[in-house]
Structures are given as C-alpha cells and as structure tokens.
C-alpha cells in the first residue's frame, strides 16, 4: 500500500471522514515521506490531522508539543473516542500515572504522545525519547516562539534542542495564524531543515464578523447574546481582570451562564471554569486572553471583544475559537476611543525598546483600519495576512453598508476647537471638554476656562455627541489628532493636521449604521433554530409523535441527538464533542440513516465510533430508544 492510500485509509477507517481537505493530502505525504514543515492554518482546518495520520503511518511514535494541559487532556480523549493509542505527560498526573505512561512509550504501546514545552526539555523526557522510536515531532501554537508575536513564550526558543538531538526525526511547525516575519522567525528559531511551507487560506467563511461602537457595552452583549446565541457557548473577551469579573456578574444576574477566568483566580477555580466550558453545553466563560489558547472545544457559537485586542493577529486567533466545527458562528465586537487611548498607553508606557513600540502601534493602526473601514470585514483581514479576496457579503459592512461622508468640515471645526481651546489657556483638554465646546455646552468647566468665548463655540452643534466621538476616533486613527497618554489622555494635533486645517486634504468618514452591532443579522447561512428540550426529549423518549412537526423535525432530532450525546460524555468522562461533532450529529439529522451501512458515511463516523454508539444513534434517529443504551467497552 503507497503512502496516500494508507493516509486515505487511517482519515476514513480511524476518524471518519471520506475525503481530505484543502491541502491536507499533501502535507501528510510530505510528512510521511520525512520531511519538515511549516504548516499555517486557521483553527477548524484540520491541522490536527496533518500530525495525527502520518503518526499512525509511520513506524514510531509522535510526539505533539502542546501548550496547554487542557488541551493535551481533550485531544488524548478524542482520540481513544476514535481508537487511537494516544497519552500525554503533564504536571496534572499523578506519579503513577507518569511511570505508566512512560512504561507505555518504551514498550511502543503509544501511537501519540503529548507533552508541554517545559516538560519535553526536561532531562528525564529527553532521555525517555532517546529510547523510543520516532515518528515525527509536531509543534502546536509554533507562533510563540515570535518574541514579536502575542503569545510569545520563551520555552519555545529552547526547541531548538529537537534539531540537534533528532536530526533524522521529521518535524512540522504548526499555527493559525502569522505574519512572514513571524513565518521566518519559526523557521529559524526552530531550526527547520528547508522545510515546505503550507499556507491555507486564512478565511474562516462560517464566521461572521461584526464590529460596532460601545454604547452601554454590557447591554449591548446581553442583547446579542439572548436574541442570536441563548444556550450556547460562546467567549467573552475583557481586557482588565475587574471588567471580567463584573461582567461575569452581571450576565448571570440576567440569566445567562457566565463564568469569569483570568490569571488572578486561584488556580482550581480556573480549571473547574474551563473543565464546566469545555464539557458542558451553553456555558459562557469571560475572560482575559489568559483563556483560549489550545482550546480545542469545536461547538463554541460566538467569540465576543468587549475590549479592543492588541492587533489584527490577535483578534484572528481568538475570534478564530468559534466555529472550529464549521457551523455558522458569530465574531462580535464594540469598542470606543478609550479603548484605542488604553492601549496606546500600553505600549507607550511598556519598558520595550523603541523597535517594539513601533512594531506595536503599527499593528494596533491595522486593527483600528479594521475596526473603521467601511468596506468588507474579511477582504480587510485577509488583506493583512496577504491573501485576497472578493466581498463575502456576510460580514455586517457586506450586510448593512455603512455610508462614507466628506468629513472634511467636521475635521476642520474639532481641529480648530482643539488649537483654540489650547491657546487660549496653554493647557491640553481631553475628548469630552473639546465636544462639550464645539456643541456649546456651558458646562462649569467650559465657563471656568471661558471657553464659551471662543469662536469655535457652538460651531459643531449640528452633530450630537456620538457622532463627535466617531469623528475623532477617526481622526486619531488617520493620526489627524494625538492622544496624549502621558497627561490624562488629552488631545493635541499632529504634523498632518495643518493638511486639513489649510483645507489642501479631503477626508472621507464612515457613518456607522444606527445600532449596527445590536440588530440581528440580515440572514444566516444555516438555521441553528433551537427547539425547545421537552422536544427534543419527545424524540429521545421515542414519543411517535415528535416526527410530525415538519421542519421542526430536523431540529428536534438534532437536540435529541446532543442530549444522547451529553449521557454518553458524562458516562465516560469526557467532552461532549470528543464523541461526535454538532456537525456529524446535524448531518445525521438531516440524512436520518436507517442502517449501519447508511450511518457509516456520515462524515465523522469512523469504524471504532460506529461499533461503540451505531444501535445506539441509529436507536435514536427511529425514535425507539426507550433509554441509554450502554456503549461497547472502551
């Protein structure tokens, strides 16, 4: 049997799925054949197969290098739920457990092996490798080894050691998401021998990205949340730990499964918070960027910004957790000037070197393009990865155009109002003050600086208060206007600003749909319409009647599939999806198999799953099961 029929072979028989994707073929075979890689990907694409299958190929075992225990603990679940020797050494594992995991490695009990960074450079681990055969070596999340990226960690440098000590052992580098500097930076911190580069299209097609102004941020949240994404998993994203925890709060008053995580919990807290997210449905973790990376749970519908990220890369890789199963999901997003103001104090007030600073602003100025472009989400994001692409037309841009106007005059009277409020006292004001002036507001402070006198007083009537406030984030962004981080975020104009003020520059402003981020979406791809659990439990319970629904049908037996699925988990202790994906369970569903012939080509369905849940499923779908039918042994 050659190389690609045995690949074809372990992706149909072993996990279920009758064809590869995209440019998953190649890379195996390239894998296979012993050579290194460098593979980008965005989440959901199927990296973990390029890794898995040649593991299984090749003579030896593979060993993954993962970031997070989590991660590593649902991965190996996933993979005994597919019939696959897999095992992982972690700090979480008790003594016992370590030896007997190490005793399976030296005994070629295991096809896979899992292991962080800190403890695969350990002597013991090491020494443990030099006696086992080698399949190949995987590095998961390779971006952090960037000292320029956002999630840089130093153990990532030291894997170098891999080159050296396993020279003739194959290795591929793996991430989502990366710039080329990063690109190169991973090929030569790593030491990669002339790897083959991969780049698969960075779109994400099922995610919907929308991005809007704060208004009352926690409103706008709880809205989105209860009219697109009641009772389903989803991420919120905070930047502070206060803002997490007040967050978390308020959601659950309001009825929804909130759950904070951030760095400052006690580290059991944490882990009982992520364990409930990952295995349990509906759950909504608020979080710092402490949270995500590594998770590998599939069904989460929604990844919120509540605050602005640091970069474009870093918005991708965690709007990148929703919809790793493929199914519709939401990118969601609201931010104002404070936040652009917060987070170029960051990078001002941080001890790096000036060459960081600049690297730093220059991505923050990308994402703030993102943020105010009034063209298409994803021609904008890919753009900045280097790929291009026509309009998606299901982005909010693509779905509610938003208008662009000659903002010109408007620039013009908030930079005079800025110069003049400056020169006439020789002191700097910040945002609120400035509008308060242009709309000729007496407020106590405008009287005390008597800046009610002013000729820009009241010029700037015709526009409310939101309206001044998009204007001059956008002017910040085209670096019209400077936030002074330094004195109480006052504002100053810039070298470009006098362009405009001589009226020798034109600038066009985007006008935001009214209340774009809180309107529903025009349309979604697929109906993930919810039925309610008393139907779904007519169908589980086998009540005829529950089929008569027409195009509920659908539905209900897709929730009755879930609440199926939610038993067995818990029976094994493991994370819903480890069992079947939402999209294995939507497509049985909807084909509703009639045999184990018929259920054997449902994508996802592979031997060792169809001998354990088929009666089962197939129970089921006929609407006969009167309870848990107990699985086949593991």
């Keep these: 049997m050659d190389v690609e029929d045995a690949a074809g072979r372990i992706l149909r028989e072993v996990f279920g799925y009758p064809q590869f994707r995209g440019e998953q073929r190649q890379i195996i075979a390239h894998l296979m054949a012993g050579g290194d890689a460098l593979v980008l990907m965005p989440t959901g694409g199927g990296k973990s197969l390029c890794y898995q299958i040649p593991a299984l190929a090749r003579d030896g075992m593979g060993v993954v290098v993962s970031p997070l225990i989590a991660l590593m603990q649902d991965q190996v679940a996933a993979l005994h739920e597919a019939g696959v020797r897999a095992a992982a050494l972690n700090s979480a594992m008790s003594w016992p457990q370590v030896q007997e995991t190490e005793r399976q490695a030296r005994a070629g009990e295991l096809d896979l092996l899992y292991v962080a960074p800190e403890r695969l450079l350990t002597e013991r681990c090491l020494s443990l490798l030099d006696r086992c055969p080698l399949a190949l070596f995987a590095i998961d999340e390779a971006h952090c080894v960037s000292q320029w990226g956002h999630d840089f960690r130093p153990e990532y440098l030291q894997l170098a050691v891999l080159a050296e000590r396993y020279r003739n052992v194959p290795r591929m580098a793996l991430t989502a998401t990366a710039d080329t500097a990063t690109r190169k930076e991973m090929i030569e911190r790593l030491r990669l021998r002339e790897p083959r580069i991969f ?107 509540l605050d602005l990220p640091k970069s474009i890369e870093g918005y991708y890789q965690e709007t990148g957790r929703a919809g790793r199963d493929g199914l519709p999901a939401d990118a969601w997003m609201v931010y104002g000037l404070q936040d652009v103001v917060q987070q170029r104090r960051m990078i001002d007030q941080s001890e790096a ?77 910040g945002a609120q003050h400035v509008i308060d002036v242009l709309r000729g507001n007496r407020t106590a402070k405008v009287e005390q600086f008597r800046h009610d006198r002013l000729s820009t007083f009241g010029i700037g009537a015709d526009l409310d208060v939101a309206q001044w406030r998009s204007v001059l984030r956008q002017l910040v962004m085209l670096r019209l206007v400077q936030v002074d981080t330094d004195r109480f975020s006052v504002l100053r104009l810039t070298s470009a600003s006098r362009e405009v003020l001589r009226g020798e520059r034109t600038i066009r402003l985007r006008r935001s749909p009214e209340r774009s981020a809180l309107r529903p979406p025009a349309r979604r791809p697929i109906d993930r319409t919810r039925v309610t659990a008393a139907q779904a439990a007519r169908v589980l319970s086998g009540d005829p009647g529950a089929a008569a629904d027409g195009d509920d049908t659908h539905v209900a037996l897709f929730e009755a599939l879930r609440a199926w699925r939610l038993q067995v988990a818990r029976q094994h202790g493991v994370p819903a999806y480890t069992v079947f994906h939402d999209a294995t369970l939507e497509e049985i569903a909807r084909r509703r198999p009639a045999s184990i012939e018929e259920l054997r080509a449902v994508s996802g369905v592979g031997a060792i799953k169809l001998e354990r849940y088929g009666a089962a499923v197939l129970d089921v779908v006929q609407g006969t099961r009167p309870g848990l039918r107990p699985a086949a042994a593991l």
């Design 353 to 429: 070197s000036a060459e960081y600073k600049r690297a730093a602003t220059a991505k923050l100025d990308a994402l703030l393009g993102l943020c105010e472009t009034s063209q298409c989400r994803r021609v904008r994001l890919l753009d900045y990865f280097g790929e291009a692409a026509g309009p998606c037309g299901n982005c909010d841009n693509c779905l509610d155009r938003p208008e662009e106007w000659d903002g010109t005059i408007a620039a013009q009277k908030l930079l005079s109002c800025i110069a003049r409020c400056q020169s006439a006292t020789g002191l700097s004001f």
């Design 199 to 305: 780049v698969a299209s960075f779109d994400r097609p099922n995610i919907r990205y929308r991005i809007a102004e704060k208004d009352t941020p926690r409103r706008q949240l709880l809205r989105f949340i209860r009219e697109e994404h009641a009772g389903e998993s989803g991420i919120v994203y905070c930047l502070a730990r206060a803002t997490v925890e007040d967050t978390a709060a308020f959601l659950a008053r309001e009825g929804v499964d909130a759950r904070p995580y951030h760095a400052g919990l006690d580290s059991g807290t944490r882990e009982d918070h992520q364990r409930r997210f990952i295995r349990d449905d509906g759950i909504v973790m608020v979080a710092t960027i402490a949270f995500g990376m590594g998770i590998d749970k599939p069904d989460v519908r929604f990844v919120a910004h």
